[in-house]
Nanobody, 125 residues
């Protein structure tokens, strides 16, 4: 089992920045690929970003490419999502997730085995 706890959400103005954190506990964190997803009101959950177990490879949804950066610190069992140039359409609950297949580029939420409870990000216009 892996337990995931997100933090860092909040209210920010358009153009602002936030950094989300996801702290993991339980089984060996470093073996998992980690992903961030989000769900806006009335919409399905969507892929945001993924990082492989080593941190060598990252993948992004087109909607956030160039604005968001995913990173990880395996010594601290934490994955981050730096969000810059935020837009109102980025408003959503953000979830981190762990995939026990540590490589690959999967953006399919069914690939992920463990999920956090989510943190709210609200971008005001």
């Amino acid at each position: 089992q892996v337990q995931l706890v997100e933090s860092g959400g909040g209210l920010v103005q358009t153009g602002g920045s936030l950094r989300l954190s996801c702290a993991a506990s339980g089984r060996t964190f470093s073996g998992y690929a980690m992903g961030w997803f989000r769900q806006a009101p009335g919409k399905e959950r969507e892929f945001v970003a993924r990082i492989t177990w080593s941190g060598d490879n990252t993948y992004y949804a087109d909607s956030v490419k160039g604005r968001f950066t995913i990173s990880r610190d395996n010594a601290e069992n934490t994955v981050y999502l730096q969000m810059n140039s935020l837009k109102p359409e980025d408003t959503a609950v953000y979830y981190c997730a762990a995939d026990n297949w540590g490589s690959g580029s999967s953006s399919n939420e069914r690939s992920y085995n463990y999920w956090g409870q989510g943190t709210q990000v609200t971008v005001s216009s």
